[in-house]
Structures are given as C-alpha cells and as structure tokens.
C-alpha cells in the first residue's frame, strides 16, 4: 500500500469531474490525482520563459508542476509505478486498421524488454505528426513498467495489455480537439459507439474559483511506498512565474536568486560558477573549457573526457540526444532535492518537460547547455 511521507495539506477545495461520456477514474486513482492537481493550483498558472534568441514565450505550468511529481516517484520506484506522466506514444501503427499505439521505450538498453518508458518529448524515430503525448498513464500492474495495451514494442517484443487508464487533465482555459479524442481513443483502445472504458477526461475544477495563492514554498505531493524522511518543495519562482522565471543560467545570477536557499546551497557546491559573473573558455587545445570570471580568475573547469561522461549518463537518466543540447532554451530547479534527486524543468525545442538528475548530474547538465550553446575560445 503507498504510503505518504507527509499530511496533505491546503483547503482540500479542488475537485476532479470526469467527463460523463468518458470513463471514470478508479477511486485510488482519483485520490492521488486530485492532490497533485490542487497543488499545482496553488502555484502560477503560467510560465513566461526568456529564450536564448530573446523572445518572450508563455506555458502553462499546472502540467509541468504535476509531472514533475510524478516524474520522483517514477524515478524513486525505479519506474516500477503505477502513474505514468506524459508517455510518448507512437501513432503510425494506426495507419493500418487495427494497428495499436506503441509507447516510446527509454534508448538505454534497447534489447531489454523491461526497461521504463521514454522520457525524451521527441524521441528517436518519431515520425512527425504522429505522437502524442496524454498527461498520465494509469497501468494494471505497477510489476510491469510497460504502459500500454498488448502489442510489440519498436524491437519487436510482445509486450501484455498492461493500461488501465489514459487520462487527459483539463484545467481552466485548456481545450480538448477532435484529434487529440481521436488519438487517445486509438491509445485506450476504444471505439466509436461503443462505451468507454479506458479513455478518462477530466476537468480540475477549484470549488472557490480560485486557489490563494500561497507566499512561500509548496510541498510537492511526493507519495512512496516507504515514507521518505525528508520533505520535497517546489522552488520559489513557481509562485511569481507569471512575471518572468529566469533561467538557472540567467546573467548577474538573476536565476539562482529565484531559487531556495536549500537550492541554492547544493548549487554552489557543484556549480559555483553561477554565481560569479563570467563565461565559458575553450583552451587552445579543445580540450578543456574553464568558467573566467571579469576578473580572470578561473573556478570552474571541465575536460571535453569529462563532459562526455557526464553526458552519457544524462542521456541514461533522461533519454535526451545530443543534437537536443541546442535546442534547450531555459532549464530551472523546480522541486529541491528529495533522496539524493531533485527536478529540473526545461524548455526543449518548445515543450516544457520535467526531468529527475542527481544534483550533481543537474549541474553537468547546466555546465553542458551553457558551454556548447556558445562558449567562447582563448
């Protein structure tokens, strides 16, 4: 039996209405769901991100602050959990009758058949307008880390019925097309004119209208089997992301200072190069990338041997390539560490995804968008 590692807290005024021309979500499921949707209601509803070219681009956040919850307990559980959060699924199979929704499985091991699902928002061998991505993936048995029904996967091994709900979150303001029904009709293994069984469209509802925003840190909703001693938070700039939430790499340390101190300690300790001014230098050799301050004093460094190391298991926890490092446009703590991981949030090629890292991978992963998305040569 889950178990939580803290007392849900707030005025409990959220409330989830399932679509009555869709499926109902199992009361367990309705439960977990509605904490984790009334504490992303607390926080800002949109994020305004600067990207790197200057522009101004808006995001809704209640999606990216319930994933990443999500996405903790996922990684806590070694991805042997029964809710999925955002799981890119393959719709060319579709194209013939019959054919079934594939789930993306993670790149690391391809010829395990037991390995997580994708956490890449674009993943290799993705054929453009056929992925979707619904917001929470309920399975039948948490044993299995497949999230789909029973078909092959991109490897050819047979994988059984193991989805129990596709479920789609409407907070206020969002809309819901004929293609996204269509597609996730196609994912739940529904047809028209029948009734719905697995398909849930769920509208978030504050029964107040609107939630007080609170002044201080949200408590993320992390649930887990064996309670964690330590509480989870939400970073501060959730609360204020409205007006601008800056990068962790933002210039005069506009970033980290949006951040905790709980954040901001660890940072400094495994990348206290954000919190000097200065830039990126490349030796004559190629090899070595040093953090210069104004001053010309060097405080960081990282050898080209090290920054792939550190690559290779960013991509292991994450699924991300390489050719994605230039179209990450913003990257921010969004929920502190909790068992030796914290969330980051990140803006890849328009998307917001949330992803679990060490802290000390979050900041190779920092120093790797920073020095390859312009650093300069001595």
């Excluded at 989870?232 to 980290?256: C, K, N, P, S």
């Excluded at 050898?303 to 292991?316: F, N, P, S």
Aim: net charge neutral; charged share 20%; glycine share 6%.
């Amino acid at each position: 039996m889950i178990q939580t590692s803290y007392s849900p807290a707030g005025n409990s005024c959220t409330t989830l209405e399932e679509r009555k021309e869709y499926a109902k979500l199992t009361v367990p499921g309705k439960g977990y769901l509605t904490e984790k949707a009334e504490t992303a209601l607390s926080t800002a509803k949109v994020l305004h991100v600067k990207t790197k070219n200057g522009n101004i681009v808006e995001r809704v956040l209640c999606q990216l602050t319930m994933s990443g919850a999500i996405r903790v307990e996922e990684a806590l559980h070694n991805y042997l959990w029964q809710y999925k959060a955002e799981v890119s699924f393959d719709m060319t199979p579709t194209r013939v009758a019959g054919g079934v929704p594939k789930p993306f499985l993670s790149n690391c091991n391809k010829h395990d058949p037991l390995r997580r699902h994708s956490l890449n928002p674009f993943p290799p061998g993705l054929t453009s307008g056929m992925l979707r991505r619904p917001d929470v993936i309920i399975t039948k048995s948490e044993a299995l880390r497949w999230p789909g029904r029973a078909t092959t996967d991109h490897q050819g091994v047979a994988h059984p019925d193991n989805l129990l709900r596709v479920v789609e979150l409407k907070f206020p303001g969002d809309s819901f097309d004929r293609g996204q029904r269509d597609a996730y009709m196609q994912i739940a293994g529904e047809s028209d004119g029948k009734p719905v069984e697995r398909l849930c469209l769920v509208d978030v509802n504050d029964c107040e209208g609107e939630l007080e925003r609170v002044r201080d840190r949200v408590r993320a909703p992390i649930r887990t089997k064996v309670p964690v001693p330590e509480k989870a938070f939400y970073e501060r700039w959730l609360i204020d992301a409205e007006h601008a939430a800056e990068t962790v790499w933002a210039d005069m340390q506009a970033g980290v200072r949006q951040l905790s101190s709980e954040a901001q300690t660890w940072l400094r300790r495994e990348a206290p190069w954000l919190f000097v001014a200065g830039r990126w230098v490349r030796d004559t050799t190629g090899q070595v990338y040093r953090w210069v301050t104004q001053e010309g004093a060097v405080i960081a460094q990282w050898t080209v041997v090290q920054l792939k190391a550190a690559w290779a298991q960013i991509a292991a926890a994450t699924d991300l390539v390489s050719s994605q490092i230039q179209r990450i446009d913003w990257t921010q703590v969004l929920i502190d560490t909790v068992k030796g991981i914290c969330v980051i949030g990140m803006l890849v090629a328009g998307v917001m995804i949330a992803v679990t890292l060490a802290p000390a991978l979050a900041a190779a992963l920092i120093a790797i968008v920073g020095i390859f998305g312009g650093a300069a040569t001595a």
